[in-house]
């Protein structure tokens, strides 16, 4: 492990956790300009956190240890997966303890905690989201897996940091196949994250929601650990699609003088990132629970798609 | 046993015998007193135990054979204990340590008692394992596989009371017979008509490309018939809930994967080379027994039954590994083919071990609340927890979530399956991919299926009276779940060992292995290409989460506070909460049911509106009984009727039968 890679990852796990609430932020302030709203403020997600954290915590006379432990196991998944994707640099000495596919791994043990603590108190919401949450997740987990197959055909790795190391190195070449695995990301990030068109963040209206229905029976400090882990996860996120698929000004292993511009550019990008997330959910409306399925299959499809093109053009 | 103490052959052979001995006096008990017929299945887990430590320590070392005293004149047994046999052995051993140490408690505080005869059968059942897995000619591989069948078939029919019980016993039977008939069949083209049926005589013959086909489909559908892929799976979920619950770990823990040694031994020792298409076969049927095995399991509503399904699941898993490997070899890859190989051993000895503990799960819970439908169960986390919390190891590592045991055989396999750029044959290439995105598409669903069973069966409020009384089980059942627990998080936090200790498999059966294609992994780090290309440390994975946590909490309440107030559930405000306000385990796996519902033959009875009692009911079948299964039986007996005309019941008649058969074999045979 070398000094700068050290200090790359420090400053990557307390950067992310640190940023991902004023993303979040971000989103929110540009879709409230979208519609002609005034806007919140940025910070607005971390007065939220607060808030939480100073209230007293309300549990539910039944709930079990595992209620009490999820909201911690699954912040700690986030920060973990904070710490493996490449936002400013790829010299990152804790990726290599997980590739792609553990990091698909990382989600899915995060999505599982989440919909088991959401059935122990046995209520009417909580098992209905759950069940919604797995069913996306079931669909949209190995939608992912393709994408990043895709990648890993083209760079042969499925580590990450070397798929942004190949990517970015490589002269500016269209792989057919990169563009379906992107719109097929862009779809799992959608629904992954509980954003329009699969599920509405902004809502509590009871027979559509997806994750709010996961979190109703959580409040103060558990819920701040639960939304916090949300906001690092749709940072982290829109991390592996700028790094996948637009990867250009990240830093290289060693080189002090590029990570002042790696921060640029990720802001840059990730700005960019927001509003347009932002754009698409004001564009669209929320759709139906049952036509879920098929926009997932949709995204699972097009990385399919996107394998067998890779096949087709670079043989 | 002198002997024993320095070669582990004759150590494994003294276990099997103990094993034997041990059932005789399960027999012999007089008055059936509780307390010495636990010691029994004690001294069996300590056996299994012993037999573990013996595979573990055989893996390594040069090959040993034997001849037994035993068997017809002319005919000894052969027994032979090499790499892959003490793999599997070690397999036995680990699975069988923690089922007897927790049969120890189920069988004596069971329904009925104690009864000798189980002990017999239970016994049998492991010497019987342990012969067909050192068996080095095709006659004692025959008598041991079939000593396995019968003792398995009669621990199956334990509560033979029950006609549905009796009914899944002879369907196990009928197919194990089919199965065991191709078994010899395929023996009897490898041992090319010398008369010589010693597995070293095979090794010798040289088939052609055809009788080696021949013989390679004949193993197929002989062990997958055992195994249970598609579509010769139907047994499975009807023997495996049937049986008492150490039974069924038993059967699909450990049995299962001797229909999985038979496929290696076959198809990496006995026959002479491997030919590609056999792999691609493997990998379409590996492919279809995934997907129809969790789609079916996510459709059950009986724990037992659900967890038969996914066995057939976890075999099409661990033939995916093998399918590749075959291509592999088969195109010249042999390194690759490695990695294929690895990925299924592990994945063998990965599920032995978690199914068991969830096999052995489920029966603690029909033990403590009586229960075995999802459909009553709710809230026994409370009542037993530490039952819980094993299912719960389980239900992940199943779920092939890190940082587990099933993970890592799921990474490996993916890791094998995105090798396939380096074939040269086109359409190969690109379908290869296709088998890892049916894994994905597995593997999610199988975290959704088992999110299913645990929050259904151990969170949330009791839906009946059973599961509000539920107690927790006993020590003894509590160790042999502590101890399958521990092995799932072990082989999950240190794969890097176990691939060393697996190596040797892959040297033996390939002439190829991980440390002699130059690749060696850190103790840290499991890379099992390049560490370029792909790597994976579920130390680091888990130790950061681990901190995190620790962290998190310590952290909040240092700079917060750590008040908590206890009150009723809020759901929305909702003030009148029920049992009956939760999900079900049919209506949580609703959606997937209308996603493919092309695939299930579902009968549905709607409630009339004028109905005074309404009711609902919605089952779901299995389409190959009407595709594959009740054709046969209508021919069968179709058939039966043509010859049973010639049944007239007059001696007279059936004289001139035997005189005519006489004329003929006089005339044409010489």
């Known amino acids: 492990m070398t000094a700068s890679g050290a200090i790359n990852q420090l400053v990557q796990l307390v950067l992310v956790a640190a940023a991902a609430p004023l993303l979040v932020g971000w989103v929110n302030a540009c879709r409230a300009w979208l519609q002609n709203r005034r806007a919140p403020s940025l910070l607005q997600p971390y007065r939220v956190l607060r808030k939480l954290l100073h209230k007293d915590a309300a549990l539910a006379e039944n709930a079990s240890w595992l209620f009490r432990l999820a909201p911690y196991v699954i912040f700690g998944c986030m920060w973990l997966v904070a710490g493996i994707v490449p936002v400013l640099a790829t ?9 792609v596919i553990a990091l698909v791994g990382v989600f899915a043990v995060a999505r599982v905690f989440i919909s088991l603590a959401a059935m122990d108190i046995g209520t009417a919401f909580g098992t209905l ?10 669909l949209a987990e190995p939608a992912l897996l393709i ?13 990450l940091t070397t798929i942004v190391e190949t990517l970015g190195h490589s002269e500016f070449a269209l792989y057919p196949s990169l563009a379906f695995a992107a719109v097929a990301f862009v779809m799992v990030l959608l629904a992954e994250n509980a954003r329009i068109p699969v599920d509405n963040p902004a809502t509590h209206l009871e027979l559509t929601m997806v994750h709010e229905a996961l979190v109703l029976e959580y409040s103060a400090r558990h819920l701040a650990l639960i939304e916090w882990a949300s906001a690092i996860k749709l940072f982290v996120y829109c991390a592996i699609g700028i790094a996948c698929f637009l990867p250009w000004g990240i830093a290289e292993a060693g080189d002090w003088g590029a990570l002042p511009l790696a921060v640029a550019a990720s802001a840059a990008k990730l700005a960019v990132a927001g509003a347009g997330l932002a754009v698409l959910e004001t564009v669209s409306a929320k759709m139906r629970i049952f036509r879920v399925p098929e926009f997932v299959a ?10 067998l093109l890779h096949y087709v053009f670079q043989v | 046993m002198p002997a024993a103490t320095s070669s582990p052959l004759g150590l494994v052979i003294g276990i099997a015998l103990f094993w034997l001995v041990l059932g005789i006096l399960g027999l012999l008990l007089p008055g059936r007193p509780q307390a010495p017929a636990r010691w029994l299945y004690c001294l069996g887990a300590a056996a299994a135990a012993a037999l573990a430590v013996a595979g573990l320590f055989a893996i390594g070392r040069p090959q040993e054979a034997m001849v037994l005293p035993l068997g017809l004149p002319d005919l000894p047994f052969h027994v032979r204990l090499d790499a892959l046999s003490a793999f599997f052995l070690m397999l036995l051993g680990a699975a069988a340590a923690g089922i007897s140490c927790y049969a120890a408690g189920y069988f004596a505080s069971g329904t009925g008692g104690f009864s000798g005869l189980t002990c017999l059968q239970y016994h049998v059942f492991l010497a019987s394992m342990v012969l067909v897995l050192v068996a080095d000619d095709a006659y004692l591989f025959m008598v041991a596989w079939e000593a396995m069948a019968l003792a398995s078939y009669f621990l199956v029919t334990t509560e033979h009371h029950d006609p549905g019980i009796r009914k899944a016993g002879f369907i196990y039977l009928l197919m194990a017979h089919v199965g065991a008939i191709a078994i010899l069949l395929c023996f009897g083209v490898l041992h090319e008509g010398h008369g010589d049926y010693t597995f070293d005589a095979m090794r010798q013959a040289q088939p052609t490309v055809g009788w080696a086909t021949a013989a390679f489909l004949l193993a197929l559908f002989g062990f997958g018939a055992k195994a249970g892929i598609v579509p010769l799976h139907v047994w499975l979920p009807q023997a495996h809930p049937a049986a008492p619950s150490p039974v069924s770990a038993l059967l699909s823990g450990v049995m299962l994967k001797t229909a999985i040694y038979g496929m290696f031994r076959v198809t990496y020792d006995l026959l002479p080379s491997i ?7 493997t990998l379409v049927l590996a492919v279809l027994t995934t997907l129809f095995g969790v789609l079916f399991a996510l459709m059950q509503h009986d724990l037992k039954r659900l967890l038969a399904y996914h066995s057939v699941e976890n075999i099409g898993i661990i033939l995916i590994g093998f399918g590749l490997s075959l291509i592999y070899f088969g195109t010249g890859h042999p390194v690759l083919a490695v990695l294929g190989l690895l990925a299924a051993l592990y994945h063998t000895l990965n599920h032995a071990i978690f199914k068991a503990l969830l096999f052995l799960g489920a029966g603690a819970v029909l033990h403590g609340a009586g229960l075995r439908d999802l459909g ?7 009542a037993m927890p530490y039952t819980a919390l094993f299912f719960l190891v389980g239900a992940l590592a199943i779920s092939a979530l890190p940082p587990l045991n ?31 995105a049916a894994l994905a598409l597995a593997g999610a669903l199988t975290a959704m299926c088992f999110v299913k069973v645990f929050g259904v069966a151990f969170l949330g409020q009791a839906r009946s009276r059973e599961a509000e009384r539920g107690r927790e089980v006993g020590g003894w059942e509590r160790l042999g779940m502590a101890w399958l627990a521990t092995l799932c998080a072990l082989l999950g936090l240190a794969p890097v060992w176990m691939i060393g200790v697996m190596d040797p498999v892959a040297l033996e059966l390939l002439d190829y292995s991980l440390a002699y294609s130059g690749i060696s992994s850190h103790w840290l780090w499991l890379t099992p290409v390049a560490p370029e290309r792909a790597s994976y440390s579920p130390m680091i994975f888990f130790a950061v989460i681990v901190a995190v946590v620790l962290a998190a909490f310590g952290l909040v309440r240092a700079l917060y506070h750590g008040r908590l107030r206890r009150t009723a559930p809020w759901d929305c405000g909702f003030p009148e909460l029920n049992a009956r306000m939760q999900d079900t385990a049919e209506g949580f796996a609703q959606p997937i049911r209308q996603i493919f519902a092309p695939l299930y033959r579902i009968e549905s009875r709607h409630p009339d509106p004028f109905d005074r009692a309404p009711r609902y009911s919605s089952e779901v079948h299995d389409r190959f009984w009407d595709w594959i299964y009740m054709p046969i039986a209508r021919a069968t007996a179709f058939l039966s009727r043509l010859v049973g005309r010639i049944q007239v019941g007059r001696v007279a008649v059936y004289l001139v039968y035997s005189f005519l058969t006489i004329l003929f074999l006089l005339a044409f045979v010489r």
Do not use: C, K, Y
């Open chain 2, 376 to 382: 009553r169960m709710g809230g026994l986390i409370r």
């Open chain 2, 406 to 436: 099933g993970f890592v055989s799921e990474w490996l396999t993916f890791q094998a399956a995105l090798l396939s750029p380096a074939l040269e044959h086109g359409v190969l290439r690109s379908i290869i991919p296709l088998v890892a």
């Open chain 1, 129 to 138: 989201g759950a069940r919604r949450e797995m069913l996306i997740g079931a």
């Open chain 1, 298 to 307: 949709t995204a699972f499809l097009l990385a399919m798609l996107g394998l």
């Open chain 1, 147 to 159: 994408v990043f197959f895709n990648l890993s055909l083209i760079s042969q790795s499925t580590s």
């Open chain 2, 275 to 281: 030919q590609w298409e056999w792999g691609l076969l």
């Open chain 1, 91 to 99: 010299d990152l000495p804790f990726a290599a303890a997980a590739d």
